[in-house]
């Protein structure tokens, strides 16, 4: 795992930059129904933005069947 | 600068044009929250932004909330338009969202459900507000989504042809609806399809049954003067990959990311066409654009033209713009040389593709490029917003770019084999058909310049009038002009009275509604023909002969033409026994030197619309009616009075 995702203030700086969708620390622990933005199209572009930041694979379908944005982030470190 | 280091090819050179900081400045906008009051700063910044980062700036200008950016730039037009199509479509919003900014333009888009195209296409006209065009992004899918396993390419075939007669009548019952332009795309074929057939021949079988079933979409465009098909084939050409299997698998979004941004760009343009904002000018740079070396220093001997690898490079690119040329493009020189220099580079030189007479002029001198476009602008009689500048120095583009941000700066590098793709990177002179006009357009200018020579001759503006041998015809378009008159509508901004663009299925509309007639104006003169360069869109209402609008080409403002029109149809009015003709001006960006011209030609302003003060209704009583000035003649059919005035 890169540096650039490690920590979960670099997650929502790229949520906030890359897809415009801003968060507190605490909105991480959230349900995903609570943000009526989000949404699948959302999801395809963090995966792409993702990808490019730390150079692999990550498993999509396990992203899509996520609650809340922390377990998101894990998904995405947890390689 | 040596010749030597200015042939050192360098790799940065595009990247030092396109800015890097661009998507950063975005950003910190929108994080401090002030990119909507900031909107306005928008379109400069993406002019110079890496293409590949448009995605990223769409996502966030898409999520501003458009009452409150329409608040910061009352004036930018917004442009409304429903998103259709075979899968998820709602990932091509973002991209389109930037190129739209791109040009200054809004984006209200509305995204359809999943898979409900077809639905989209057959519904009856009239239940949703009118929309500016409609996007309906097909994909594989369209085609193979009723295959089971297993198939083989007739399957594939049985369904391709099954497909295309429903969306063949899905189009035509939208089109029939006069639902306005609609926006179709071919659909790419994927190897993980074609190679699912281990049998080479029934793969090339299945290859042929895919191009038939989009040489089949591709024909709704020459069926339907109202469709457009996008050829995704050149835009996957040119290294895009067509899909991404888990976006497809897991979020149904079968064409990939990059495909769409591709997609996107070709869509504004189409807008942009729609809209009336077709570029007509190409303004060219010289020295490391159209040849390479340095004239001054080298001599016309010396400049890379023709001979070596470079040299045919250029003669390459310079057969690109004579080919934009021949569609009508209108061409013109700024570049800092001696202008005879030019002059007898351009007259002599053996492998010069481009001659004097194919630019519309030639400005060679040691001005700054953008009092040089400004006068080109002038002396054209066009607006900038029109133009096109390509130039490969950096500093020069820059500043064309800062100082005139109307105008589209093309930047090409020290890579002449790249000029093509540069110029053409944006369809900036994309447009719907071509008409007679656009073909003789070059032709009529140099008229123009004669015309200009003439009247520099004459001691007074109305000895130059009485010179000229006027004749203007006003009769209804035939058949073949209805483009002509369409093209009109959509791309006059300064004399249009009521600013109504219509495509051609619009403006046959008008002709066959009983009472409203379209009158097209045709003009010339001893220097030669302008051919079709205004038209009327009347309507009888009772007693009332109505103008609903009244469009006319700048190159013929100032003649008396637009009196003379106005005189034929008082006159028609009154002897066709209406009590009285009414008007109206609605102001655009654009017409505001047009505001009073009904005043001027002895109307009365009658009142205002409540929801736009500047927008003026007027009405002529018949009374006492100018006639039409003494130094033109004037032929005017109306065709049959078919008006009901009971």
Redesign the interface.
């Known amino acids: 795992m890169t540096t650039a995702l490690a920590g979960t203030a670099e997650f929502r700086t790229l949520l ?7 968060l507190e620390e605490e909105d991480l622990d959230r349900p995903l129904d609570d943000f009526p ?1 989000w ?3 959302l ?3 963090l ?3 993702v990808e490019g930041v730390v150079g692999g694979r990550i498993p ?2 396990d992203l ?1 069947q996520v609650r809340t944005f922390r377990q998101m982030h894990q998904v995405v470190t947890d390689r | 600068m040596t010749q030597a280091q200015h042939r050192i090819p360098s790799p940065d050179s595009t990247a030092a044009w396109h800015d890097r900081a661009s998507l950063a400045t975005l ?1 910190d906008l ?2 401090a929250g002030k990119l909507a009051a900031e909107y306005g700063s928008v379109r400069a910044l993406l002019s110079r932004m890496p293409r590949a980062d448009l ?2 700036a769409g ?2 200008l ?2 501003l909330d458009l009452e409150e950016v329409r608040r910061h730039v009352p004036d930018a037009p917004v442009v409304s338009v429903p998103v259709t199509g075979e899968s ?1 479509v ?2 091509v919003v ?1 991209p389109l969202t930037a190129e739209l900014a791109r040009h200054g333009l809004l984006l209200d888009a509305k995204v359809a459900p999943y898979g409900s195209y077809l639905q989209d296409l057959m519904r009856p006209a009239g239940t949703a507000q009118d929309a500016d065009l409609m996007l309906c992004v097909l994909d594989a899918h369209t085609v193979l989504g009723d295959l089971t396993v297993p198939w083989r390419a007739e399957d594939v075939e049985d369904a391709a042809r099954a497909r295309l007669a429903l969306i063949s009548s899905a189009v035509r019952a939208h089109q029939q609806a006069g639902r306005g332009l609609l926006v179709l795309n071919t659909v790419p074929l994927h190897r993980h399809v074609t190679h699912q057939l281990v049998d080479l021949r029934c793969r090339a079988r299945l290859g042929a049954v895919w191009r038939e079933f989009n040489s089949g979409l591709l024909s709704l465009a020459a069926e339907h003067p109202g469709v457009v098909v996008v050829d995704l084939d050149p835009l996957i050409g040119e290294g895009v990959p067509a899909g991404e299997p ?2 497809a698998q ?2 149904r ?1 079968r064409l990939s ?1 990059p495909l769409l941004a591709a997609y996107a760009r070709e869509a504004a343009h189409i807008v942009r066409a729609r809209l009336g904002r077709t570029r007509k000018v190409l303004v060219l740079d010289l020295d490391g654009t159209l040849w390479g070396g340095v004239l001054g220093e080298d001599g016309p001997g010396g400049i890379e033209l023709g001979a070596g690898l470079r040299g045919e490079a250029f003669v390459e690119f310079q057969r690109v713009i004579r080919q934009l040329a021949s569609q009508g493009v209108l061409l013109a020189v700024s570049s800092k040389n001696d202008a005879d220099a030019v002059s007898q580079a351009l007259r002599t030189h053996p492998a010069m593709v481009l001659r004097e007479h194919d630019f519309v002029h030639v400005n060679a001198n040691w001005k700054a490029k953008h009092d040089n476009l400004r006068d080109i602008a002038e002396r054209l009689g066009l607006g900038l917003d029109s133009f096109v500048f390509a130039d490969d120095s950096l500093f020069e583009c820059g500043l064309v770019g800062e100082q005139l941000p109307e105008v589209a700066v093309v930047r090409v590098d020290d890579e002449p084999a790249l000029h093509p793709g540069a110029l053409l990177a944006d369809g900036w002179f994309d447009l719907f058909e071509l008409t007679e006009a656009d073909l003789e357009r070059a032709d009529r200018y140099r008229t123009e310049a004669r015309r200009q020579e003439f009247r520099e001759d004459v001691d007074s503006y109305q000895a130059y009038l009485d010179g000229l041998g006027l004749e203007v015809t006003l009769r209804p378009p035939d058949e073949s002009e209805l483009a002509r008159v369409s093209q009109l509508t959509l791309r006059t901004n300064q004399f249009h009275l009521a600013t109504e663009r219509l495509d051609v299925p619009q403006v046959a509309d008008r002709m066959a509604h009983p009472g409203s007639y379209v009158i097209a104006v045709h003009a010339r003169d001893r220097f030669g023909d302008h051919g079709l360069v205004g038209v009327l869109f009347l309507r009888r209402d009772g007693e009332v002969l109505r103008i609903d609008n009244f469009a006319l080409s700048c190159r013929v403002f100032a003649r008396g033409i637009e009196s003379a029109c106005v005189a034929a149809v008082l006159e028609f009015a009154r002897d066709t026994m209406a009590k009285a003709v009414a008007s109206r001006y609605l102001p655009s960006p654009r017409n505001a030197a047009f505001a009073a011209f009904y005043a001027d030609q002895g109307f009365t302003p009658v009142g205002t619309d409540p929801d736009d003060p500047d927008a003026v209704f007027f009405r002529h009583d018949l009374r006492d009616i100018a006639p039409a000035p003494a130094h033109l003649r004037l032929h005017a059919t109306f065709g049959p009075d078919d008006g009901d005035r009971t």
């Open positions: 906030e930059e890359e897809l415009g969708l801003y933005d949404d699948s199209v999801l395809l572009r995966v792409t933005v999509v379908a899509l | 950003r929108y994080r995605p990223a996502q966030l898409a999520r998820t709602a990932p973002g888990r976006a897991y979020a979004a990311e």
